[in-house]
């Protein structure tokens, strides 16, 4: 029996496999319909409804605001690597000394355990077990986990949509094929299909034509990442489609003579706007943190490249001695999924047409 979705994933189930799911334009239930004529917001656009929702929701944008200031953060990597900490993410310090409370101390000690959180421009959060500031290195490789899990998670949207309404709308043979390839990889539990191909990618390299991707590229990661996680959104995607395709604006598209694609790139796809929405906070989220999970086993990133599970990968072993190493880039991850996750929530409630969200100006 195929593994059921994370959490995550089930609560948007929900949203994508009612029959109306996708169908903000003509199956709004008529309470909804006279309580928007009642506060006076009849006409507007789904989206502006669901912006006007969204509005409502402080948590949803304290959060969205988390992130934003993560991110932000993680940009200015390179701003507090060369003008605060005047270090890089690969620098080793092992011989160098610092000053902590007035005094002159090894970055790395004698007995091979390195300073702990200085709050100061140097070492503000301390160094590893190569001298390395771990600041520099905790906003790097934040960089380098958010790059990766944004990007996966664009490549499963794409992916997903596509196979989703090819799949829904042709069917037939194709639909089969498609479902039967979307099983066999639903059927295998995400970080064990992540841990063997990234493994084996990172080992041999991926060569696609002229195309050669190193195993030690961030790529490898993105691609394993963005493919493990296409069924979870490509099963509900075709749901919608399958449901869309017998609608009336449909037949009447197909009665004026419009082709295939055009019905569904141009006619389907924009009903299905609010769901990849919603799916693309929750894949990233998702991705960002299956990332740290293959990095933490040698599947993902590879060092001394940082990324948020390499760093908790090598402070574990030092937890007890040093264990500023784990838990900084542990908060990080935790920070971001969190922050991702009840944004996400708060985009699928705002963008749900049957959500009983009061409309106060």
């Known amino acids: 029996m195929p593994p059921a979705p994370s959490p995550q994933f089930a609560q948007v189930d929900e949203l994508t496999t009612s029959d109306s799911a996708a169908d903000f334009s003509s199956d709004v239930p008529s309470e909804l319909a006279e309580e928007e004529r009642r506060e006076g917001v009849a006409g507007l656009s789904p989206f502006r409804l669901g912006l006007r929702r969204l509005r409502r929701n402080k948590v949803a944008l304290a959060f969205g605001l988390l992130f934003v200031v993560l991110v932000g953060a993680c940009l200015a990597a390179p701003l507090w690597a060369d003008y605060v900490a005047e270090t890089g993410p690969l620098t080793n310090h092992l011989s160098d000394k610092t000053m902590v409370d007035g005094k002159e101390v090894n970055v790395v000690g004698l007995d091979g355990v390195p300073i702990g959180p200085t709050y100061r421009a140097k070492y503000f959060l301390g160094a590893d077990e190569n001298g390395r500031d771990i600041m520099v290195r905790l906003l790097y490789g934040g960089r380098n986990s958010l790059m990766i899990g944004v990007t996966a998670a664009l490549l499963t949207t794409v992916l997903s949509v596509f196979l989703g309404l090819l799949a829904g709308y042709v069917r037939g043979k194709v639909d089969t094929a498609i479902r039967g390839l979307l099983d066999i990889i639903w059927s295998f539990p ?93 894949l990233i989220a998702n991705a960002v943190l299956l990332e740290a999970a293959l990095s933490f086993l040698g599947a993902g990133v590879r060092p001394p490249a940082p990324s948020w599970g390499t760093m908790i990968d090598a402070g ?16 990080m991850l935790i920070l971001t999924v969190l922050a991702l996750n009840v944004f996400g929530d708060g985009v699928r409630d705002a963008l749900d047409p049957r959500a009983k969200v009061r409309l106060d100006h």
């Not at 002229?210 to 990442?225: E, T």
């Not at 493919?227 to 395709?245: D, E």
């Not at 007890?320 to 880039?329: E, K, S, V």
């Open 190 to 282: 995400v970080i064990i299909l992540g841990v063997a191909l990234g493994v084996s990618l990172a080992l041999g390299g991926l060569q696609l034509g002229p195309i050669n991707i190193a195993g030690d590229s961030l790529l490898i990661p993105v691609l394993v990442i963005g493919v493990v996680y296409v069924p979870y959104m490509a099963r509900p995607v075709r749901g919608q489609v399958l449901a869309l395709r017998e609608k009336e604006f449909i037949e009447a598209a197909r009665a004026q003579g419009a082709s295939p694609p055009r019905i569904m790139f141009s006619e389907i796809l924009p009903n299905l706007a609010s769901t990849i929405l919603v799916f693309s906070t929750l």
């Open 316 to 331: 574990v072993d030092r937890i007890a001695t040093a264990p500023h190493l784990a838990i900084a880039p542990g908060i």
